[in-house]
């Protein structure tokens, strides 16, 4: 049974920091591309960061790039997201999800909150 586990979220000011971390079980984390995806109140679901089984390719959303920074450590079968920067419009509940180079599957879990305000 897949399972994935996000943590990590909280309230911070605009500017501060934040980490993600994502538990997975259940099917083979190493050979899967993975994704962070987020939902914002009132709107849809918006594709974050994906990265690469190997963790070499990474990508972003434009509204991201050059603040959050994605990783993997495949021998604890965990997914990162290191949010640097961060701003109102960040705010969301955060979700990982697995899939492929260009698609994702519709996250599961509980996901994890990240509120940006002073």
């Known amino acids: 049974q897949v399972q994935l586990v996000e943590s990590g979220g909280g309230l911070a000011q605009p500017g501060r920091s934040l980490r993600l971390s994502c538990a997975a079980s259940?099917?083979?984390?190493?050979?899967?591309?993975m994704y962070w995806v987020r939902q914002a109140p009132g709107k849809e679901l918006e594709w974050v960061s994906v990265?690469?089984?190997?963790?070499?390719?990474?990508r972003y959303v434009d509204s991201v790039k050059g603040r959050f920074t994605i990783s993997r450590d495949n021998a604890k079968n965990t997914l990162y997201l290191q949010m640097n920067s961060l701003k109102p419009e960040d705010t969301a509940r955060y979700y990982c999800t697995r899939g492929g180079p260009a698609t994702w599957e519709t996250p599961g879990g509980q996901g994890t909150q990240v509120t940006v305000s002073s």
């Open positions: 990265i690469s089984a190997d963790g070499r390719s990474t």
């Open positions: 259940g099917f083979r984390f190493s050979t899967s591309w």
